[in-house]
């Protein structure tokens, strides 16, 4: 069973940075991608950023692109996510994820770590 545990978030104004960590354990099973998934209540969640496993390419969405920045240890078990210009509409319970087949088609769920951006 794969399990993702995240940590940081918390509160800042407009403009500041945060940085999230994602610790993954389990990873003895076959994942296509992991990465974060942001959900807000009365929107679609959006997935942020992530890596597609097989050469480890990163992913961002259009809307963080240029902000946000994810990265990874050595050993692959602990990505981060460094959230830079941060706006309010960033305002977030950010997860972690991950999948074993499509980005979209999540499998596992961290327990997720609010952000929140004040102006």
């Known amino acids: 069973q794969v399990q993702l545990v995240e940590s940081g978030g918390g509160s800042v104004q407009v403009g500041g940075s945060m940085n999230l960590t994602c610790t993954l354990s389990?990873?003895?099973?076959?994942?296509?991608?992991i990465g974060w998934v942001r959900k807000t209540p009365g929107k679609a969640r959006e997935g942020v950023a992530g890596?597609?496993?097989?050469?480890?390419?990163?992913w961002y969405a259009d809307s963080v692109k240029g902000r946000f920045t994810i990265s990874r240890d050595n050993y692959k078990t602990t990505l981060y996510l460094t959230l830079n210009s941060l706006q309010v509409d960033d305002t977030a319970t950010y997860y972690c994820?991950?999948?074993?087949?499509?980005?979209?088609?999540?499998?596992?769920w961290g327990k997720g770590t609010q952000v929140t951006v004040s102006s």
């Open positions: 994820t991950g999948s074993r087949y499509a980005r979209t088609d999540v499998d596992y």
């Open positions: 389990g990873t003895e099973i076959r994942l296509n991608y």
């Open positions: 890596y597609y496993v097989s050469n480890w390419q990163p």
